[in-house]
């Protein structure tokens, strides 16, 4: 499966973001998804994972309560609604997936797709 992140952009402290990963290939429900981020000068951090059929979810505590992992399966896309944004969520974000089971570990996931940029103002 391929993957490519979309969505991110510049907005304000307490704004909105929708962040989509489009799927390409015909495995991508076989596949569980996580969303992840990457801020200058640090490491990759797991924010959300959602398994094959969409019915489970985790969070990081981070992400808990302001955050939201959805897919859909018939179109292959995986998305992160992100509410009540703050400066320190600006980074560089990115989607993964990890066959069958997800977990809260990033070197579990592979293949990731290309990153999306989002940067919150104050």
């Known amino acids: 499966v391929q993957l490519q992140a979309s969505g991110g952009g510049l907005v304000q402290a307490g704004g909105s973001l929708r962040l989509s990963c489009a799927a390409s290939?015909?495995?991508?429900?076989?596949?569980?998804m996580g969303w992840f981020r990457q801020a200058p000068g640090k490491e990759h951090e797991f924010l959300a994972g959602i398994s094959t059929s969409g019915g489970t979810s985790a969070y990081a505590e981070s992400a808990k309560g302001r955050f939201t992992i959805s897919r859909n399966n018939a179109n292959n896309m995986v998305y992160l609604q992100m509410n009540s944004l703050k400066p320190e969520d600006t980074a560089v974000y990115y989607c993964a997936a990890k066959y069958r089971y997800y977990t809260t570990n990033v070197a579990d996931f592979d293949p990731w797709g290309r990153g999306t940029l989002v940067t919150v103002s104050s």
């Open positions: 290939g015909r495995t991508f429900s076989a596949y569980a």
